[in-house]
């Protein structure tokens, strides 16, 4: 009976968390970003949908980190250098100006958090071979003064791009190419 103060305390620290108040309010933005974020593919069973996002990710040199296909899971990153030239100049500005050392970015991972779920009918039941695919793309990019900076990736032609790439490979892999 150890387990029974674990959950009291538990609880009670739970009911002490204060979610904020517009925390689940669907915005025209969110919704906007969704639809970019997110496709529906027919015809392709599940696994045959993952290999094909699997195909994708690394064509676009992506490692894959983990991927957990009875979830419909996929997650990868890459490496990449961050430096840009018109931070860089800023930087220097500043230091001539006498502002002192300005932090600029040096180098960058992006991650890929890849979701496939299957499309629901008007029964509540799941389509065998009709499924919604949702990809987000994130960087975290790291200073030279080891700090470092997260943001999603909102940028269309990023997201389109990698849709075109998908929608290929899933006809690639429908034929077994």
Not at 43 to 65: P, W
Request: charged share 25%.
């Amino acid at each position: 009976m150890k387990i029974l103060p674990i959950l009291i305390g538990a609880l009670f620290l739970a009911g002490c968390v204060q979610i904020p108040e517009n925390t689940f309010v669907v915005t025209p933005e969110l919704i906007q970003q969704r639809q970019l974020e997110t496709r529906r593919y027919d015809g392709i069973k599940e696994a045959d949908l993952i290999a094909a996002s699997a195909n994708v990710l690394q064509d676009l040199g992506f490692i894959l980190e983990n991927s957990e296909t009875r979830l419909g899971v996929l997650t990868a990153n890459k490496q990449r250098d961050a430096i840009h030239a018109g931070e860089v100049a800023a930087a220097i500005i500043v230091a001539l100006l006498g502002g002192g050392a300005m932090a600029i970015s040096k180098d960058q991972t992006i991650r890929v958090a890849l979701v496939v779920r299957p499309v629901i009918d008007s029964n509540g039941k799941a389509m065998s071979e009709s499924h919604f695919v949702r990809v987000t793309f994130q960087r975290l990019v790291r200073l030279t003064d080891n700090s470092t900076r997260v943001e999603t990736l909102r940028e269309p032609e990023l997201y389109r791009d990698f849709f075109e790439r998908l929608s290929k490979s899933v006809f690639l892999e429908a034929q077994k190419i």
